[in-house]
């Protein structure tokens, strides 16, 4: 995946040839945003980041996730917006559910981009906005 395609000026998102991608972007009001999707299937797992465009940074609001590191699926964010800095993927210090807390989704369940798709659309509560995505 090209830098340009999720500009981030002090990290990068990290994209192997062995992963699928995609970039969704829409607007809400005056501001942009994108939904960046990762995926492996053959290691289940899965990063997808809301972000917010910053003209040539992005601003990630939150990821949600699936990895063998940690159980089942979960989200990572932050509830005070002003510790929000462009940029960089990391630094969204609340985790949900809490990393020693009961997780209701634990199977993997992606199999295609399709369910990528829509795991990611429904984690970020884009499936009940009405408008046209861009």
């Not at 899965?46 to 601003?59: N, V």
């Not at 462009?86 to 990393?99: E, H, I, M, S």
């Not at 295609?112 to 429904?122: L, N, Q």
Request: aromatic fraction near 12%.
């Amino acid at each position: 995946m090209p830098k340009t395609v999720f500009p981030l000026s002090k990290t990068k998102v990290k994209v192997s040839a062995a992963s699928r991608w995609k970039l969704m972007k829409f607007s809400c009001g005056a501001e942009d945003f994108a939904v960046l999707i990762v995926y492996r299937l053959d290691k289940q797992q899965f990063w997808s980041y809301l972000a917010q465009d910053k003209g040539t940074d992005t601003m990630v609001v939150a990821r949600y996730e699936y990895h063998s590191t940690h159980p089942g699926w979960h989200m990572h964010s932050n509830c005070e917006t002003s510790k929000n800095v462009a940029g960089r993927t990391g630094g969204l210090f609340d985790r949900f559910p809490r990393n020693k807390k009961a997780h209701r989704r634990l199977a993997f369940a992606v199999t295609g981009d399709e369910s990528a798709e829509a795991r990611a659309i429904a984690a970020f509560g884009l499936d009940r906005v009405k408008g046209e995505l861009l």
